[in-house]
């Protein structure tokens, strides 16, 4: 074998022996570059993680080490509890806003300003404004909105004449005033996605869409957003992912009340996993969190990546 | 032509509608700051009366409003710090090296893109407890990088893998190290995308609630949204208190933003749409 091998090695030219030289330095950089990305992944993520699908079959109030095991009954009381209906519904709710009322919403606004003029500029400004404010924020100033005492509704309803509603304590009005502040929140978000997708679209097509007499709403539905799809399946992804993990808006807001009637599946599982120190059973929750959003992922990337090919 | 302007009119009268409705609760609240209590319940939307600076004065005087923002500012510039180090060395690793493996191990790193973060908070808790971490700064910091990770490399490595190739070659003939060259070269030449990652980083760590809540007990070490929170039922039904600290809690991130908006659009959406 080493015969075999030995005339190779003298063939090599400087540039491969240089290669070869370096190649321990190569080896190092490895090592000293890689592990720090590595450890805090795994410690913070990745551990977390199956350490959720692993309390979950315990009955743990977060102290000692887990050992009444339970095995499925923590899912089995999730699946019975009428909040976590409640909650799940919520975020469907969520979702579904998002993209009916939201994402179009977005759109429309992206073809009204996506030119670039001056004014344009600042209108994007200000529709993108809310969603670099934090949730916590953004909530507490909409729960003045609200408020039935103080608030701009208690101002409406006054100026008609009419006895207050206290939008935020009723059971029947508070989500979809957290729905409205939703779409408030996160719209220009979606909006600057479509700006840039919008600028990207070549001129000369929507020029050439003009001369043969199409108007500006043809040109928008027949060339603009068919050449913004990825865009907008893209936005879409967002929306469903943020959706599912909406949480921070609800604490000022409604805490989750009234009479439990506002939790989506974050605030449930905080409210009856943590504050509580029912690990076992928060983690349950987790669990379902994790499963939906890995399953709607990927179901979305199968459905949008289909729909693509035709 | 005529159509066209009326079109052109509609647009704007269309733009300045959704326009008030997005400024006005942040103008009432700003407003709100400055009216007595009595004076909100008869008019919550327009100017005040009297322009009365009492309360913002009362909050900029007081010691815990600076504090949270020092413990946000400090937890969000570490947490920056970290991302962007530890992200662009893993990054210049999948994109400059070759060797068994890699690609697997790429592949695990950015499983964080398709991760709730919710799903993970209460292990997180036993995780930060356990470590002795609960009430310090590392307790937000190291999860908030670690969750950033799989973003950071994801754009690093885009970004790195378009640097002309011969500049590496030519500083490897010279005898240039791989760990060098990663120092002096390559992070220099990635303002742009170490720009927009960080600023990403900064806003999502400043705005950061959920997990803040949940390891930081002690107020002395609270962020400003906690801040905000704990204030709020201080002052409960004080509405003009509030909307006070709140207009001044997000001032800070209003002026950010207008310095900065070029990285921070480019940021929280340019890397959404390669994603």
């Not at chain 1, 200000?126 to 909105?145: D, K, Q, R, T």
Request: with cysteine.
């Amino acid at each position: 074998m080493t015969t075999m091998t030995r005339p190779a090695v003298h063939r090599r030219s400087n540039a491969d022996r240089l290669r070869q030289g370096l190649a321990s330095g190569k080896f190092t950089a490895v090592l000293i570059l890689l592990p720090p990305a590595l450890i805090l992944f795994s410690l913070f993520v990745i551990l977390p993680l199956a350490d959720a699908a692993y309390y979950s079959a315990f009955s743990w109030n977060g102290y000692g080490s887990p050992s009444d095991f339970v095995g499925t009954q923590n899912y089995a009381r999730l699946l019975d509890h009428s909040v976590f209906h409640t909650a799940l519904w919520n975020t469907a709710k969520l979702i579904l806003v998002s993209l009916i009322i939201q994402m179009p919403l977005a759109l429309g606004l992206a073809l009204l300003v996506y030119r670039k003029t001056p004014t344009n500029t600042l209108f994007r400004l200000v529709f993108f404004l809310p969603y670099i404010l934090a949730e916590v924020a953004a909530g507490l100033i909409w729960s003045f909105v609200f408020d039935g005492d103080y608030g701009i509704t208690a101002f409406m309803f006054q100026a008609l004449g009419q006895e207050s509603v206290y939008v935020l304590a009723d059971r029947q009005w508070a989500f979809p005033a957290i729905m409205t502040v939703i779409v408030w929140k996160y719209f220009g978000f979606h909006m600057m996605i479509y700006i840039a997708a919008l600028q990207s679209v070549p001129k000369d097509l929507i020029e050439a869409a003009k001369l043969e007499g199409a108007k500006p709403r043809q040109v928008a539905l027949f060339v603009q957003i068919p050449l913004i799809k990825h865009a907008i399946v893209v936005s879409g992804f967002f929306a469903i992912i943020g959706s599912l993990q909406i949480f921070d808006i609800i604490i000022p807001m409604t805490n989750g009340g009234p009479s439990n009637s506002t939790h989506t599946i974050v605030t449930y599982l905080y409210t009856f996993g943590l504050s509580r120190l029912n690990i076992g059973f928060g983690s349950a929750a987790a669990v379902v969190l994790f499963v939906l959003a890995i399953g709607i992922a990927l179901f979305y990337q199968r459905a949008t990546t289909k729909e693509e090919r035709v | 032509m005529t159509s066209a302007t009326t079109r052109n009119t509609l647009r704007v009268i269309v733009l300045i509608l959704v326009a008030s409705l997005v400024i006005g609760p942040l103008l009432a609240s700003f407003f709100g700051g400055f009216k007595s209590n009595a004076e909100l319940r008869t008019n919550p939307l327009g100017l005040p009366d009297i322009w009365n600076a009492e309360n913002y004065i009362a909050i900029f005087l007081d010691g815990t409003f600076w504090r949270y923002l020092g413990n946000s500012f400090l937890i969000s510039s570490m947490t920056v710090l970290l991302t962007l180090v530890v992200g662009a060395a893993a990054a210049y690793v999948f994109s400059q090296i070759r060797f068994f493996g890699s690609k697997m191990i790429l592949s695990y790193l950015l499983l964080g893109l398709m991760f709730p973060f919710a799903a993970a908070i209460l292990p997180l808790f036993i995780k930060v407890r356990d470590l002795g971490l609960l009430d310090t700064y590392w307790a937000v910091i190291l999860p908030q990088t670690a969750f950033g990770l799989s973003l950071a490399i994801l754009l690093f490595k885009a970004f790195f893998d378009q640097l002309p190739k011969e500049l590496f070659e030519a500083a490897y003939v010279d005898g240039c190290s791989y760990l060098r060259f990663f120092w002096s070269f390559t992070l220099p030449l990635s303002t742009p995308i170490l720009a927009t990652v960080g600023v990403f980083v900064f806003v999502q760590s400043w705005n950061n609630f959920l997990l803040p809540l949940v390891v930081l007990n002690d107020r002395s070490i609270y962020t400003w949204p906690l801040g905000m929170m704990q204030f709020q039922g201080e002052y409960l039904t004080q509405w003009n208190m509030i909307l006070a600290f709140v207009t001044l809690t997000i001032t800070p991130a209003v002026i950010f933003f207008l310095a900065a908006q070029k990285y921070i659009v480019a940021g929280l959406t340019g890397g959404s749409v390669k994603g």
